[in-house]
T-cell receptor, first 116, second 114 residues
């Protein structure tokens, strides 16, 4: 595997289910991100982890719970979601930000989530 | 605070015509600027980035963008559109004081007509 992979690619879940999204990066990066992409809305940053420590949490509802067990893996645990949470969830990775300025992010293909 | 505005949610060009996708930014400190492309059923892919070196930045697939501080713009151009350029394009801004926060524009979908 190369780049950033995400599983599953598609997920349909009921509002009472619990599921997890998985992201893995094979680029040697040490920062990982979760974004939500909804139709006709800008990309929304949800969480950022740098060196396995959460550094950004953009007022995301508690029904979304991230986990970063190591610098290569990132999870998004989902429970009691709402229909408005249906979206494409994108994972990205980058070098940790430093004196050389922000680094570009490498994105996975996303998980298309539908909440019924 | 930073922000990005992409003018035009949809742009349609004929194959072989000039592609121009507009991006204006707002930043209180020198910005870093990016253009990403998203093909159907894929994640975003970096096209090019501006990090305060040359103001004219060349990217992949024949795209380039020019940083104009006086106009706070970073428009994306390609001299001759190809059918394979049909995708959604995102302009993004970040700063070295912004931590990990990169602000993305709403995107411009490019249609290429045969």
């Amino acid at each position: 595997e190369t780049g950033v992979t995400q599983t599953p690619r598609h997920l349909v879940m009921g509002m009472t289910n619990k599921k997890s999204l998985k992201c893995e990066q094979h680029l040697g990066h040490n920062a990982m991100y979760w974004y939500k992409q909804s139709a006709k809305k800008p990309l929304e940053l949800m969480f950022v982890y740098s060196l396995e420590e959460r550094v950004e949490n953009n007022s995301v509802p508690s029904r979304f719970s991230p986990e970063c067990p190591n610098s290569s893996h990132l999870f998004l645990h989902l429970h009691t979601l709402q229909p408005e949470d249906s979206a494409l969830y994108l994972c990205a990775s980058s070098q940790a930000q430093g004196l050389a300025g922000p680094y570009e992010q490498y994105f996975g293909p996303g998980t298309r989530l539908t909440v019924t | 605070a930073q922000s990005v505005t992409q003018l035009g949610s949809h742009v349609s060009v004929s194959e072989g015509a000039l592609v121009l996708l507009r991006c204006n930014y707002s930043s209180s400190v020198p910005p870093y600027l990016f253009w990403y492309v998203q093909y159907p059923n894929q994640g975003l892919q970096l096209l090019l980035k501006y990090t305060s070196a040359a103001t004219l930045v060349k990217g992949i697939n024949g795209f380039e963008a020019e940083f104009k501080k006086s106009e706070t713009s970073f428009h994306l151009t390609k001299p001759s559109a190809h059918m394979s350029d049909a995708a959604e394009y995102f302009c993004a801004v970040s700063t070295d004081t912004g931590g990990f926060k990169t602000i993305f524009g709403a995107g411009t979908r490019l249609f290429v007509k045969a």
